[in-house]
């Protein structure tokens, strides 16, 4: 039997890809990225162009063997700690999945 993990949001990608790299104050490189987010790498390039043109992550040089290592901006902090802050709410007021609390 297959098993496959729950489909995940936009949103909540974005928050593990940035979880991930705020791991790597040095800067992480997109094969270490891979498998903590668990998506294929060419999955997650698109991801990461996404949160580059939203300000969230900048590329940085590695002048070693000049590969290319992302890091988090402040504006990733923000969004991280709202992020968090979110669904924390959502969930002290049991949320189910699928289901808006604000819908009436």
Do not use: C, H
Not at 38 to 49: A, E, N, Q, S, W
Not at 54 to 65: C, F, H, R
Not at 68 to 82: G, H, I, K, M, W
């Amino acid at each position: 039997m297959k098993r496959t993990s729950p489909k995940r949001s936009r949103v909540e990608l974005y928050a593990t890809v940035l979880e991930v790299i705020k791991r790597y104050p040095e800067g992480a490189r997109i094969t270490k990225m891979s498998y903590g987010v668990g998506v294929p790498i060419d999955r997650l390039k698109t991801i990461l162009i996404d949160l580059n043109t939203y300000g969230l992550v900048q590329t940085l040089k590695d002048e070693e063997d000049e590969g290319v290592s992302y890091s988090l901006t402040p504006r990733a902090f923000d969004f991280l700690e709202t992020y968090w802050k979110m669904r924390s709410f959502l969930e002290a007021f049991g949320e189910k999945k699928g289901e808006s609390p604000f819908s009436f």
